[in-house]
């Protein structure tokens, strides 16, 4: 089984930069994607971010690109989303996901998800 943990949320200013990581346990394949989603209030899940765990293939929401950098350190099992410029429309709960065969922007391709960790961006 692979657990994901999610950590780095937190409260910043706009303008401001965050760093959040993915913690991954348990046995991981060299063929798994990873992925960032994030929820707002009100809103449904979206997709941010994903980055294949071997390979270079790396995609961006229109919304983030640009602002956003995902990255993994395999050796360590953890990946990474860097969030630069924040903006109040930023504000979520952000999910790190795990999959073998996934499409990359649909969530419910997705095998493994975190629990989440909240990053707001007060206007």
């Known amino acids: 089984q692979v657990q994901l943990v999610e950590s780095g949320g937190g409260l910043v200013q706009a303008g401001g930069s965050l760093r959040l990581s993915c913690a991954v346990s348990g046995r991981t394949f060299s063929s798994y994607a990873m992925g960032w989603f994030r929820q707002a209030p009100g809103k449904e899940r979206e997709f941010v971010a994903s980055?294949?765990?071997?390979?270079?293939?790396?995609y961006y929401a229109d919304s983030v690109k640009g602002r956003f950098t995902i990255s993994r350190d395999n050796a360590k099992n953890t990946v990474y989303l860097q969030m630069n410029s924040l903006k109040p429309e930023d504000t979520a709960v952000y999910y790190c996901?795990?999959?073998?065969?996934?499409?990359?922007?649909?969530?419910?391709?997705?095998?493994?998800w975190g629990q989440g960790t909240q990053v707001t961006v007060p206007s």
């Open positions: 996901a795990a999959g073998e065969q996934t499409i990359v922007v649909v969530a419910t391709t997705y095998d493994y």
């Open positions: 980055i294949s765990w071997t390979g270079g293939s790396i």
